[in-house]
Antibody, heavy 120, light 110 residues
């Protein structure tokens, strides 16, 4: 059974750096064709893709946020970490991680999400 | 990057059929597969259609996906509507290494 769970701070201050962890089970990120994506959703708004790390550890970012994002992995812990610098109140959102497989980027499992509020 | 445009909301009665469109702004809709994600209030999204018209296991065959090259759009059709289908629906595709989501459509089953 594939599961993903997001964790991180519920509240960050403006200008701070956010670090979120996606802990997964039921698959290996090293398996060919596997990847993990981060997606966010501001309250009442649409989903927005942020970043992806592939089975071969290539990394891809939303071009509009690329300067602020870093995605990495800890294979030994089955974790994918996302950092976002210079947080602003507009970054308040629920952050999801999802397993993505294959060359057609099928999102086949999602975490429950974690709400991050940016406020002083 | 292209954009995916969806109607803001649709509504239909239980037992009826509804279709939600997703129009690609540039490039051909058939260039990259389209997925559809359902998000019930307060819950995480789940995928109901992948690779244009494939249903994950567990998704009822009331859900179907299609592509229309003439309008450069994808569609999600839900037949035999149930109240449990009331949710937000997002189309999603990709371009090079970017994943792109539509703005979402709120389906009301009344």
């Amino acid at each position: 059974q594939v599961t993903l769970r997001e964790s991180g701070p519920a509240l960050v201050k403006p200008t701070q750096t956010l670090t979120l962890t996606c802990t997964f089970s039921g698959f290996s990120l090293s398996t060919s064709g596997m990847s993990v994506s981060w997606i966010r959703q501001p309250p009442g708004k649409a989903l927005e893709w942020l970043a992806r790390i592939n089975w071969n550890y290539n990394k891809y970012y939303n071009t509009s946020l690329k300067a602020r994002l870093t995605i990495s992995e800890d294979t030994s812990e089955n974790q994918v970490i996302l950092t976002m610098t210079n947080m602003d109140p507009v970054d308040t959102a629920t952050y999801f991680c999802a397993r993505v497989r294959g060359s057609s980027y099928v999102f086949d499992s999602w975490g429950q999400g974690t709400l991050v509020t940016v406020s002083s | 990057n292209f954009m995916l445009t969806q109607p803001h909301s649709v509504s239909e009665s239980p037992g009826k059929t509804v279709t939600i469109s997703c129009t690609r702004s540039s490039g051909s809709i058939v260039s990259n597969y389209v997925q559809w994600h359902q998000q019930r209030p307060g819950s995480a999204p789940t995928t109901v259609i992948y690779e244009d018209n494939q249903r994950p296991s567990g998704v009822p065959d009331r859900f179907s996906g299609s592509i229309d090259t003439s309008s450069n759009s994808a569609s999600l059709t839900i037949s035999g509507l149930k109240t449990e289908d009331e949710a937000d629906y997002y189309c999603q595709s990709y371009d090079s290494n970017n994943q792109i989501f539509g703005g979402g459509t709120k389906l009301t089953v009344l």
